[in-house]
């Protein structure tokens, strides 16, 4: 009973600002992790998307802070960290390189603000997640120059392209041939295009049949991590 009263006694006797600094730093690392998590979700590309690893991200970077505080000066308790870690088997696989790194930019940013470096850990926030938004929003690294492939039929034996064309200029911010089939009736065209907006597909597809002789339009998009 005595071992008892001595050790909630001890307990009790944590210093406040130790306490004050614990939910500092899991405070600091909940609205930074969001900030990191906010980004990824704005800027990811492609069909891997999954909500639960956004909200990983989160709780990932408060986890690390607490671990670096739980482990503080403690060599004993790092080594302890470090078997219990060894016994879990991690069998998730990220399939996209750049889940890899936001996982590491969570970690790193939970190392830093759990070591208490805050200045550092909101410094490097703002500046790699607007280095992951400029490069989103230029197309850093595409090679490619088009979206996708616009296909349609136009009846008549010698289609005048004046009308279908103006239409593409409208929505396009390139477009290029890629074959012209003409029959006695109906002449197939097949452009590469390269979209204003590519979530206004259906607006372009919608304005070609909305043409006089123009039917059978199909636009095709490619996924953002491929190119054409």
């Known amino acids: 009973m005595d071992t008892l009263e001595r050790l909630f006694g001890w307990q009790s006797a944590l210093p406040e600002a130790e306490l004050r600094s614990l939910l500092l730093s899991l405070t600091l690392a909940f ?26 991200l989160v709780l990932l970077m408060m986890i690390v802070s607490l671990v670096m505080h739980v482990i503080g000066d403690s060599i004993v308790t790092a080594f302890g960290l470090i078997g219990a870690l060894a016994i879990i088997r991690f069998r998730n696989v990220l399939k996209d390189t750049r889940d890899t790194v936001f996982v590491f930019y969570a970690l790193v940013l939970g190392l830093a603000i759990g070591s208490g470096r805050f200045a550092a850990a909101i410094v490097a926030t703002l500046c790699l997640l607007g280095a992951t938004v400029y490069l989103a929003w230029v197309r850093f690294g595409t090679r490619g120059f088009f979206d996708g492939h616009l296909s349609f039929r136009v009846e008549g034996p010698r289609a005048e392209e004046g009308g279908f064309q103006a239409v593409m200029r409208r929505h396009c911010r390139r477009f290029e041939s890629l074959s012209v089939r003409q029959g006695d009736a109906v002449t197939e065209f097949i452009f590469q295009v390269r979209m204003r907006d590519r979530r206004r597909g259906e607006e372009l597809v919608a304005a070609m049949r909305g043409l006089g002789r123009v039917d059978d339009v199909s636009l095709v998009l490619q996924d953002e991590l491929a190119e054409i």
Do not use: E, I, K
């Open 31 to 56: 609205v930074l992790g969001q900030m990191v998590a906010w980004v990824y979700q704005r800027t990811h590309s492609g069909l891997s998307y999954a909500r639960s690893f956004t909200q990983s």
